[in-house]
Each structure stands twice: as structure tokens, then as C-alpha cells.
């Protein structure tokens, strides 16, 4: 992928009219594709979508009934025509205005025409709105009692002065059923507080009015709304007084005030966070134009984004695009890293070269997380996602692409150090800070207890900005009609018009028994007059049967007889029995609309086919889970909006819980697949993780809750993280591969990324916007915790687990040998601590022998290791134990040291084994206690003094194990033996057994006691037994030790010889470039399985101790493994470039072995002391006249004893009197002529 960037690079480097060209036509075409993308501002498309439910939310909103504007008119003294006054004058002032357009209804007074018309209607429909428990009371109005007093009343009325005009209301309806009709209307209202005063809305105590104005757009549409509002606030202006006052609140009000606080609150943060911005970016790089290298490649990824967002739909959503405007911290991510490494390296094939990798790696991880979001069910998310993971790659193609064909080189000052303050702080080694370090770990611990505890507010009121005008008009509104009291709806929907209505008439027997359980409720019952057609000829036909002849004759007689009281002639109530059989016609949906005063349209809405009847009920002092459980149990669908944002709020929480892992999961594949070990994949993941601990353990702990708002923001700090972990990465990679401490320079360019996106995100903080000051404090808080996990935990542990462990010659971690160690650790400890509960706690409560007791203990040591060294280690072994015999009768064990496991085999093999010690096993903290309690003897104590004790044991049946070097040797080699086995076998006349182990140096090495590695090859032998009376070993002590361990090295020897070719080391020589790039690795690994044959080759005919030169050493693998073979040999590698060079000399194997070395071939090398010069055709590849030119001066430079060995030439140079000698098929050894 590099190759492919750099050659488009040099491909555009000297085309530049043709670059200039594409580049100004893609940018005009994503121009243009941009520009026809449609915006939604639909602020509920942040919400999951459940169809149904969200269908219904929307056909109350769009009823208009929640977006009421409640105008409030208020005064201290109770004067209502001062009220009325007020209101008409701004209702004549609102009504003229230019803005009139922007109100569809303006409801503050009843006129007498529209009392006229509602009464008409229900003496007209009278019987449609009658339920069975109404003909009851009609029942007992027919009683003569009752009827009496109804005539009485009329008469009454009828001497008054508005006798004249209810004369005929009461000739055509004397026993007022008309009352009944008017009595249901009045369950349409919800405020019991609210009276009709004159035809207008007044409190009870006369000092409140209320007016209603329905907007004619809806409250997300805050552009024309505020241009309401506006025209309200003037009118109120002119028309209050220090005696009358107005003023507004709703959900139409809250919206704009929202609005306007974010745009307000966005212009002031972003010209702070711009200035901000400008100041220091142009003082860091000292030129204005990185202003414009910063924010072209941030540019063409937003166009490159909103090109195929139009492509792919057409549309996207405002509110996604706004958040999705806080991606700039990691668009211009690409372009500051790019242009730091500029500044320092002021080469732009260079800076590829560094930045390439880190900067696709970065982009693929935090694209791929912001994709996920496309798996939360929001449409806005959804947009979101697909714009930011869009914009991130077309921002990291353009820095590569276009960023390196536009950049100018820096201007430099060589004579000036680079001091300023952020490199300062990258070349600190806070990771080396264990005080610093010592408080993230303990930090960490600390969360690790809270941040599951971190919880999600779902309420999004406390999202909105109330300002302290609408605070207070909400208290004063809410004293007088309990606006902020919970309201609820119960809903009633059908797939047509009928069948709501007919659901309704359900809704409304439930409302109707709900009073009675709950006796603070209100509500209006919308069944009242919202009938079915069907509904209302069952009404009519039970009027119908009500009425039946005998009973209208009845009722006539009995009002004929009450009137002759009061000289009411016979035929004074002719007209009732026309009421009475009249016919009745059901009424329509539309007839009830033209009743503007009832707001029918309020309680019935349509969306998308899903008709819906709501009917509010205002809760105050009840719980309203008890009230939802109630309606519950009679099959009502209860609709409570806040309730119902919440649990989408909540549902949302869940996806992106779910978001969290498929995000993790996706970032950590991307990094296996560009990184290829796991380890890195790990170690890059693992401080975001940690960060996340951090942030949630925090917010936890401060009692600070999610919101949807900050939640979302929470995914673009995650992208960061991701995107300082890979370059903190990247930048130890480089120091590994190649020793160039240029970690600085990627610290500086994420110091300069975090504090460019907390200037511009960050300045939000300034916010008194609750969703904007939230969003910020997340992004604040998890930026600062992601740079400060990376500059630490993350530096310190790929330091430890590779970087400095290849400095310090061994080698760097693997998944494998991590793991691998970790539990072959913990499973020693683990039986160290039970050997300790046998040995000191239980065994001694059993009434046996200790001598049996600590065989016990010994018998179960044995096994153990067995299991460690054979089982858990999981090492491929050749093995040839000594046989039960042999051990059963007491000996002496000696085998060679170079490892740790050497003490597990050899304890492992029969359970008598133990072992004459150093002072560091037998007073070990985790197995100290237990060696003591099974003999073991240190041999600090002298081995005349150990002699009664070893001779105790040899008695009771046990082997004494003595490794004769004394200590573990760092190399294969042998070290001399001691004399103190042979001493000790002489004086107590034991047999020895001699057992090579070979191998176990490779997997846990001296120096090197915290990992075990996977070898090769490991080997246990057995030699034969030499007994204590063979004298063919020598006649004395002296004698034997020296034909013992001249026999024990030759035989060893031959072991080395016979098993440590090419792949026995093959392991350790590929781990010099693991991590080094995956090219790197497969070279190395093509090289060995290519050439294994010549480098055994070349290993055994070189002596084993001699003064070598490599000339043309493809990655120094035949130099290294020459050394391996023996570390007496000195070794020079010559190499075609300092490329190769500077990565074959970090190694770890030339950084532990302090003999050899590596230089360029163009350097002057002296070949005056040389023994050997090595040339492999295929390693140098050259063509074959350079070749010849190579091994012609070679050959001219080195002296008469020297030899030169050529492998794998198809054609051998023609050489000046030179003798040559073939050995093998590919190897020839050319020597001067003497003489």
C-alpha cells in the first residue's frame, strides 16, 4: 500500500498541470453533488425509529394540540375588563401584523354566534350524545315533582329581563334536556381552574386570561417560529403596563429559545475556538499557509462525503451533519500529523514514507467505528455515521494525495534549537514517570469498580434551554392550568377513520371509571361528542324506544296541568313533542369542525394511513405508575411523550452498547490485519478501552449521566483515542525497526490534534446550553484521558514488551509467549503455594512419619513440574529419560545449566530427585520454603558440611541433581565444571548419571527470566551410567573430574552439532524483525527457507572461533546466525544501503552481541586481519558483472591466509592464481596461491 501512494506521488510530482486539472474537477464535481443535497431538520429523526409508536407521536404533534403557544395574561388585581382589553388589543395588533401568515388559529374568546351555533348543535343532535345512564336522569325529570319545578323555573326565567329571548328555548325544550348535551361538552375540558367570563378564558379570581395561538409550522421549524415569536414579543411590549402584563410559554417557545441559545452559543465558541485555532497553529509552524494545508484535506473529505451521501439518498439530516461538524478534530488529525513530520523532515517522500501506514491504519479503524453507527435504528445516526466515516476517508486519501503534491518545504534554521513547549513535552518520558504511571494503573483499578455504574439520563427536558423569561412564565402558567403537572394520552387508532372512533367509545368507559379510583385526575373525554356512525344511530333508535307515544302524552298532560298555574295556555308547549320526533341526523367529522370553539381537530389526527383519537389526562399527587398499571388492565394504550422519548433514549443507550463492541470488534480486526500480530492489535486497542474505563468510571463516581446527546460525541472522542493509539504505535514501531527516536514527533502531533479539537470542540464548555456544555465536558474529559493513557500505559507497555527488550538484546513478546508465560507462571505459583499448605499446614495435622510426609510432598512437587515442563510450556521435545532403574538405585544427577526449566526437568523426572542449590532457589520467595521442606541444600553452607545431610538422603532412597557449572550459562556453550558433584559422589560412593539438556536456553534464557518462548527443538539425554568403582574414568578424584566433563563437552558438543542448524534457530532469527512490517517478515521467512541449506553450509566448515566479513548480507540473518553458532566469533556484515543497515543493526541480536558489527559496503573495511569472506550470490543480488566486480575486490584486498567463500554463484569471476576448493553442491572455498 505504501509502494502505491509514493508512486502517485512521483507519478504527479513532475505532472503538475495534470494534477491541478483532476484536482480542481473532482473538487467542482463534489461541489456541485454536494450542493443538491436536501437537508432535514426534523430534530426526532435522532430517535430510533419504532414505527408505530413514533407514527402515533407524530400524528399528536401534528394535531397541533401540544404546540399550542399559551399566551398568558396576568394582572395583580382582580379587573377583567382590564384583561379582556389587553387581549383584545393584541389580538386587533397580532391579526394586522406582517406575520399574521405564520398563525393558523388564534383561540382567546368565545363569540355569541359561536355559543349560538354549539347550542343549536346539540338541540339539533341532542340524542346522538346521550349514554344509557342519561336516560335515567331524563327519567326522573318526568316525574310530576320534577316537572313542576321545571315549568316554575321557566316561568321564573321568563320574568326576567332575558326573558324575551329564552322564551323560545324554553316553549321548545321546558324540561332543559337540552342541559344534558351541554353538560358532555364540558368533558372536553381539562382545566377545572378555567371559566367562561363574557366569552373570554379567565381564571376563577378574575387576574388571569388565557389565549391560545396554534403556529402554523411545527416547532422544529425554528426559523419562521422565532420570526413569530418576535412579532409576539414586540406586541407584548407596546401593550404591558405596570398594571396588566402578557406573556407566552410552549412547546413552540422552548424550541426557539433552544435554537437560538445553540446558534448563539456555536457563533461565540467558534470565534474563541477559530482565533484560538489560528493563533497557535500559525505559531507553531510559522506560516500562514498551514492554515490551508490544515483544512484542504478536512474539506475535500466533507465534500467527498456528501457526494455519495447524494448518491447514495439524496438526502441527510441537519442535526447529523451539525454533530457531524465535530469530526474536524479528526479530519485535520491526518493533515497535522502529516505536517509535523514535515516540519521535522522537510522531505515529502520521507514523510510518506513515516506516515502512509499510520494514517490508512487510523483512518480504516475510525471510519469502521463511525460506520457502526449505521446499526442504531435513527436515521439521523445512520447519516451520522455514514458522513463521518465518509469525511475520515476522503480527509486521509487527500492528505496523502493531494496534501504531498501542494505542501512547500519549511523554511529552517539550523543554528536555532527546535525548543518550543509542545516538543518539550513530546521528548518528556512520562512513561518512565512511575509516580505518574503508579497513579493510572491505581486510577484504572478505581474505575474498573464504577464504570458499569455509569448511568443514562433519558429525560431530554433537561436538555432544553429555559431562559430565565420562559422559566418564569412557565411557573406563573403552571400556578393557574398546571401545565407542568405529567400529562399523559390514551389512545385510541384504527386503520380507518371509524375504527378509531369506535376504539375511542372503549378509551372513554375507562375514563369514565377512572375518576372514581383516582380522584385528582383530569381529562377530557373526546367519546363525548367523537361518535362512530353506527354508534349514533344506536343512540337514535334508543330515543326512539325511550319515546314512545303514551309517554310524550303523559309528559304533555302533566306540563299542560303545571302551566294552568302560571295562565300558560294548553297548547304553550306544542313545540316539545316536534323536539321530541324530530329527526335526529348523525353529524360528520366536518360538522364538528366548524365548530372552531369546541377544537375538535385538536383530539384526531391522520398520519400515513394510522387514524388516532387521543384524549389527555393530567396527572398531579397520584403515582402515574399506578395510574399506567390501571389503564393498563383495561386494554388502554397509554401514550406518555416523555416517557415514551425516554425509552427511546434508552433503547438507543442499548444500541450503542451494542455499538461499543461491534466498533471494538471492527477496529481490533483492522488492527490484526494491518499490524499482523495480535500483541499490537492488543496494545494499540487497550488504551482506548482503558479511556472508556476512565470516562465512565468518572462520570460515575461524579454522578455525571449520559445523555443522547453526549453520548453521540462519545463515539467521535473514541475515533481520536483510536487514532493516538496507532500513531503512539507507529512511532515505537519506527524506533524498533530502525533506532530512531522519533516517538516526539508523533506525541507532538497528537498534542497538537487534542488541543485543536478541545479548542473547537472544547470551547463549548463556554456554553450555556445544557446539550452543548455536555457535549463538551465528554470531549474535554476523554480527549485529555485518551492522550494521557497513550503518553503512559500504552508507551510503557510496548517499551516493555518489545521496544526495550530488543534494545537490551532479547527478544520482543509475542501473543503467544505472552500468554504462554503468564500462565506457565501462574501455574508455578500456584503450586508453590500448595506444596506450602501440604507441607506446613495440613500434613503436619496427620499422625504419620515425616519422612513420609515430605515424600508426599515430594511426589507431588514431581509431578507438578512434570506437568509444567511437558504439558503447560507446550515446547516440542525429543526426550530420553532414565529409566525407573536407574533412578531407584541413589546417584548422582549432573547435567548442564542454562535455564530455569533446567531445575523443573530435572526435578520432574522421578520423584527422589534433589537438588544441591545457590542461595537465590533455596531462599526464593515463592518456592524457598518449599525446597527446604523436601532437602534441598544450598551449597553456600560448603560441601564438607552438606555431606551428613546428602548422606541422610542418599539413604532414604533420593538422587542428588548437581548442575557442575554452578550458575546458568547465557550462551549454548558450556562453562567449566566445578568439582564439587565429583567430590561428593567420590565420598559417598555413588554412581553418576550424566543427562544433557539442550534446548531450554532458547525457550526461558538467562538474563531473560520472564518469558517463556516456544523452541525449536528441545532434547533430554541420558548418558551411560559411570560407576563409583570404574576406574577406566580414573584412579582419583582429580583424574575423574577431568575425564567426566571432557567426555560430558564432547558429548554435548556433538548434541550442538547435530541439532543447531538453521531451523533451530529459526524462531529467534525471524523475532530480529518481528514488528518490523510485514514485508520485513516475509522476506526474513523467505530467506531461511530458501538458503537453511547454505547457511548450514557456511556454519560447519567455519571454526568455531575465527574473524569473518558477510559481504552483501540480505537483513544480516547469515551474520546472526554465524554468531549464534558460536558467540567466539566476530562477524562483520556489509550492506548495499543504509536502509537496510540501519534496520539490520537494531536487531537485538547485534545489540547483544558486542563483537560483531555491520557497515556499508561503500566503507573502507579492513581486511587485514580477516580469516573468512563470505559472498552469497543470491543474498547480494546484484547483476553478475557487479557481482564480479564485488568478488574481485574482495578477493584483491584480503590477505594471503584468508579464504573466501562464494555460495549459490552460477558462474564463479575468473580469479588471479587462486586455489579453489567445492564443498557441497553450492558452496566454494577460494584460497590465494602461496609462493
Known amino acids: 500500500m505504501e509502494k502505491v501512494f509514493i508512486n502517485i506521488y512521483l507519478y504527479f510530482k513532475t505532472r503538475r498541470a495534470l494534477f491541478a486539472l483532476i484536482l480542481v474537477s473532482v473538487l467542482f464535481l463534489f461541489g456541485w453533488l454536494a450542493s443538491r443535497l436536501e437537508f432535514e431538520e426534523n430534530i426526532s429523526r435522532m430517535l430510533p425509529d419504532k414505527a408505530n409508536i413514533m407514527r402515533i407521536n407524530q400524528t399528536i404533534e401534528s394535531s397541533g394540540f401540544m404546540d399550542r403557544l399559551f399566551i398568558h395574561v396576568y394582572s395583580e388585581e382582580e379587573n377583567p375588563e382590564l384583561l379582556t382589553n389587553y387581549a383584545d388589543s393584541l389580538t386587533n395588533i397580532l391579526n394586522n401584523s406582517p406575520d399574521s401568515g405564520l398563525i393558523r388559529e388564534l383561540e382567546y374568546k368565545l363569540s355569541e354566534e359561536q355559543e349560538n351555533k354549539i347550542f343549536s348543535f346539540v338541540q339539533d343532535h341532542l340524542p346522538l350524545l346521550l349514554e344509557e345512564s342519561d336516560y335515567d336522569s ?7 315533582e320534577n316537572i313542576d319545578q321545571s315549568v316554575t323555573n321557566g316561568y321564573q326565567l321568563l320574568m326576567t329581563p332575558a326573558g324575551a329571548w329564552s322564551a323560545p328555548l324554553f316553549l321548545k325544550d321546558p324540561l332543559n334536556l337540552t342541559s344534558l348535551g351541554l353538560n358532555k361538552l364540558a368533558q372536553l375540558k381539562l382545566d377545572d381552574n378555567i371559566e367562561v367570563y363574557q366569552g373570554y378564558f379567565l381564571s376563577r379570581d378574575h387576574k388571569h386570561l388565557l389565549m391560545w395561538v396554534i403556529p402554523k409550522n411545527e416547532p422544529n421549524e425554528t426559523t419562521e417560529n422565532a420570526q413569530l415569536l418576535s412579532s409576539i414579543d414586540s406586541s407584548l411590549a407596546v401593550l404591558n403596563s405596570a398594571n396588566v402584563r402578557g406573556e407566552y410559554f410552549g412547546t413552540t417557545a422552548v424550541a426557539v429559545g433552544n435554537a437560538q441559545r445553540i446558534k448563539s452559543d456555536i457563533q461565540t465558541t467558534v470565534a474563541i475556538a477559530f482565533t484560538l485555532l489560528l493563533i497557535f497553529l500559525t505559531t507553531y509552524f510559522r506560516k500562514i499557509a498551514t492554515i490551508l494545508y490544515l483544512f484542504t484535506p478536512m474539506l475535500f473529505g466533507g465534500l467527498f462525503a456528501l457526494s455519495v451521501l447524494y448518491l447514495y439518498k439524496g438526502t441527510i439530516s441537519a442535526i447529523s451533519l451539525g454533530i457531524g461538524s465535530m469530526i474536524v478534530g479528526i479530519t485535520i488529525d491526518f493533515s497535522l500529523h502529516f505536517l509535523n513530520h514535515f516540519k521535522e523532515e522537510n522531505d515529502t517522500r520521507a514523510v510518506l514514507s513515516a506516515t ?62 527546535k525548543g518550543d ?26 474505575c474498573l469498580f464504577f464504570f458499569k455504574n455509569v448511568r443514562f439520563d433519558g429525560d431530554m427536558q433537561k436538555m432544553n434551554y429555559l431562559s430565565d423569561e420562559l422559566g418564569a412564565a412557565q411557573t406563573r402558567l403552571s400556578a393557574i392550568n398546571g401545565y407542568s403537572e405529567k400529562t399523559v394520552y390514551l389512545i385510541a387508532q384504527g386503520a380507518s377513520k371509524e375504527e378509531a372512533l369506535r376504539n375511542n367509545l372503549e378509551v372513554g368507559k375507562s375514563l369514565n371509571t377512572l375518576k372514581d379510583k383516582f380522584s385528582t385526575l383530569e381529562f377530557a373525554n373526546s367519546s363525548v361528542l367523537l361518535l362512530p356512525e353506527e354508534e349514533q344511530n344506536k343512540r337514535r333508535q334508543r330515543w326512539k324506544t325511550f319515546w314512545t307515544d303514551a309517554r310524550v302524552r303523559r309528559t304533555m298532560d302533566a306540563l299542560a296541568a303545571s302551566g294552568e298555574q302560571y295562565k300558560f295556555k294548553p297548547t304553550a308547549f306544542k313545540r316539545f313533542p316536534l323536539f321530541i320526533w324530530s329527526n335526529f341526523q348523525p353529524y360528520t367529522l366536518d360538522d364538528l369542525l366548524e365548530l372552531k ?10 398520519k400515513d394511513g394510522l387514524h388516532v383519537v387521543f384524549n389527555p389526562l393530567r396527572i398531579k399527587d397520584e403515582p402515574i405508575k399506578e395510574v399506567k398499571e390501571y389503564l393498563n388492565q383495561k386494554e388502554v394504550f397509554v401514550f406518555d ?16 452498547s451494542s455499538l461499543i463492541w461491534a466498533s471494538l470488534l471492527a477496529v481490533f480486526i483492522i488492527l490484526i490485519l494491518f499490524f499482523r500480530h495480535t500483541l499490537l492489535a492488543f496494545l494499540t486497542l487497550l488504551p482506548v478501552v482503558i479511556s472508556w474505563v476512565w470516562v465512565t468510571g468518572i462520570m460515575s463516581m461524579f454522578n455525571i449521566q449520559f445523555n443522547i446527546f453526549n453520548i453521540i460525541v462519545s463515539s467521535l472522542v473514541f475515533g481520536l483515542g483510536i487514532d493516538y493509539a496507532i500513531f503512539i504505535t507507529s512511532g515505537l514501531l519506527h524506533e524498533l525497526k530502525t533506532g530512531e527516536r522519533k516517538v516526539s514527533i508523533y506525541k507532538v502531533s497528537i498534542l497538537l490534534s487534542a488541543l485543536t479539537t478541545v479548542c473547537g470542540v472544547g470551547a463549548l464548555i463556554l456554553a450555556k446550553h445544557p446539550a452543548l456544555y455536555s457535549m463538551a465536558f465528554i470531549s474535554i474529559l476523554g480527549i485529555g484521558i485518551a492522550v494521557l493513557i497513550s503518553f503512559t500505559l500504552q508507551t510503557f507497555l510496548i517499551r516493555t514488551l518489545i521496544v526495550n527488550r530488543s534494545q537490551r538484546g532479547v527478544e520482543p513478546y509475542t501473543t503467544y509467549t505472552l500468554i504462554n508465560t ?50 503447560q510450556v507446550q515446547i516440542p521435545q525429543t526426550l530420553k529419560f532414565p529409566s525407573k532403574e536407574r533412578f531407584a538405585k541413589p546417584s548422582i544427577i549432573i547435567a548442564n545449566h542454562e535455564s530455569f526449566l533446567d531445575i523443573l526437568v530435572l526435578l520432574g523426572m522421578y520423584p527422589k530427585n534433589i537438588l544441591v542449590t545457590n542461595d537465590w532457589v533455596y531462599n526464593s520467595p515463592f518456592f524457598g520454603k518449599v525446597v527446604q521442606y523436601i532437602g534441598f541444600y544450598p551449597v553456600s553452607k560448603g560441601i564438607d558440611d552438606a555431606l551428613p545431610h546428602l548422606k541422610k538422603k542418599i539413604e532414604d532412597g533420593y538422587n542428588i541433581c548437581i548442575f557442575p557449572e554452578g550458575t546458568r550459562s547465557t550462551t549454548p556453550a558450556l562453562s567449566r565444571f566445578h568439582k564439587g558433584a565429583f567430590y561428593i559422589a567420590q565420598e559417598l560412593q555413588l554412581d ?13 534464557s538467562k538474563g531473560d527470566d520472564f518469558i517463556v518462548k516456544n523452541s525449536q527443538l528441545v532434547q533430554v539425554l541420558t548418558l551411560p551410567t559411570i560407576k563409583h568403582n570404574d576406574l577406566s574414568w580414573g584412579e582419583n578424584g582429580r583424574e575423574r573430574y577431568k575425564s567426566i566433563s571432557r567426555y560430558f563437552k564432547k558429548e554435548f558438543y556433538q548434541v550442538r552439532q547435530d541439532y543447531e542448524h538453521v531451523n533451530f534457530y529459526k524462531r529467534q532469527l525471524l523475532n530480529n524483525y518481528l514488528y518490523k512490517g510485514n514485508d520485513l517478515e516475509k522476506e526474513c521467512r523467505s530467506i531461511l527457507n530458501t538458503h537453511h541449506h547454505v547457511f548450514d553450509a557456511i556454519n560447519n566448515f567455519l571454526p568455531d572461533k575465527c574473524k569473518s566479513l558477510v559481504i552483501g548480507d540480505r537483513l544480516g540473518l547469515l551474520a546472526m546466525f554465524l554468531t549464534y553458532r558460536n558467540a567466539k566469533r566476530l562477524v562483520t556484515g556489509l550492506f548495499k544501503n543504509e536502509n537496510e543497515l540501519k534496520i539490520a543493526s537494531n536487531c537485538f541480536s547485534f545489540n547483544k552481541n558486542e563483537q560483531s558489527n555491520l557497515q556499508l559496503m561503500q566503507n573502507d573495511v579492513d581486511y587485514s586481519n580477516l580469516e573468512y569472506v563470505i559472498i552469497c550470490a543470491e543474498l547480494v543480488q546484484l547483476e553478475q558483472e557487479d557481482l564480479n566486480f564485488i568478488v574481485n575486490e574482495a578477493y584483491g584486498k584480503m590477505n594471503d591466509s584468508c579464504s573466501l567463500i562464494l555460495a549459490q554463484f552460477k558462474q564463479l569471476p575468473e580469479l588471479v592464481e587462486s586455489e579453489r576448493e567445492q564443498v557441497g553442491e553450492d558452496l566454494v572455498i577460494i584460497k590465494k596461491k602461496i609462493g
Open 138 to 144: 331524563i327519567a326522573d325529570r318526568l316525574t310530576k
Open 992 to 1004: 553418576i548419571v550424566p543427562i544433557i539438556l539442550h534446548g531450554y536456553g532458547q525457550t526461558l
Open 641 to 656: 411523550k416523555a416517557a415514551f422519548t425516554n425509552s427511546i433514549v434508552t433503547s438507543l443507550q442499548k444500541d450503542f
Open 822 to 871: 503468564i500462565l506457565t507462571f501462574s501455574f508455578f505459583v500456584l503450586g508453590c503455594i500448595i506444596a506450602f499448605i501440604m507441607g506446613y499446614l495440613i500434613l503436619p495435622l496427620i499422625p504419620v512419619k515425616k519422612k513420609f510426609k515430605k515424600q508426599l510432598v515430594n511426589w507431588y512437587s514431581s509431578k507438578w513440574l512434570r506437568i509444567i515442563t511437558a504439558s
Open 421 to 446: 513547549i509542545l516538543s518539550k513535552i513530546g521528548k518528556y518520558p512520562i512513561h518512565n514517570n512511575f509516580i505518574v504511571l503508579g497513579s493510572v494503573v491505581v486510577i484504572t483499578i478505581i
Open 597 to 606: 370553539a369546541l377544537n375538535v381537530g385538536a383530539f384526531i389526527g391522520e
Open 356 to 417: 502512509i501506514r499510520p494514517i490508512l491504519t487510523s483512518c480504516l479503524t475510525t471510519a469502521s467505528a463511525f460506520l457502526c453507527l449505521t446499526l442504531v435504528k435513527s436515521d439521523a445516526l445512520t447519516d451520522l455515521g455514514l458522513f463521518a466515516g465518509l469525511s475520515v476517508i476522503g480527509a486521509a486519501f487527500a492528505t496523502l494525495i493531494v496534501l504531498s503534491q501542494v505542501i512547500k518545504p519549511f523554511k529552517t534554521n539550523p543554528e536555532k534549537p
